[in-house]
């Protein structure tokens, strides 16, 4: 379950970081955008940095759920003298 999680959480993060350069793709599309308004390109790349802000909440669900079940592995290995576990 642990591993599942922590995978899942990469291949978001792998895919996040895609969201990095499309602003940087957008901005220097030059010719390709010359349609838009500066104001309406701007946006689109301020809506992919949002996308990028969007898509790291979902690592860090994934991120939470992987600590909560290793956590549990911990305190059920016995690893740890009781004192420190609660």
């Given amino acids: 379950m642990t591993l599942g ?3 899942a959480s990469n291949v978001v993060e792998i895919v996040n970081l895609l969201a990095f350069l499309s602003p940087l793709i957008v901005m220097k599309a030059g010719n390709a955008l010359a349609a838009f308004a500066p104001g309406q390109v701007q ?10 802000n969007a898509q ?12 909560l079940f290793e956590g549990y592995l ?3 290995s016995r690893f740890l003298p009781a004192v420190l576990v609660y």
């Fill in 56 to 67: 790291f909440m979902i690592i860090l669900t994934f991120f939470g759920f992987s600590c």
């Fill in 43 to 52: 946006a689109m790349a301020l809506m992919a940095l949002e996308l990028h």
């Fill in 5 to 7: 999680f922590s995978l």
């Fill in 74 to 76: 911990i305190i059920r």
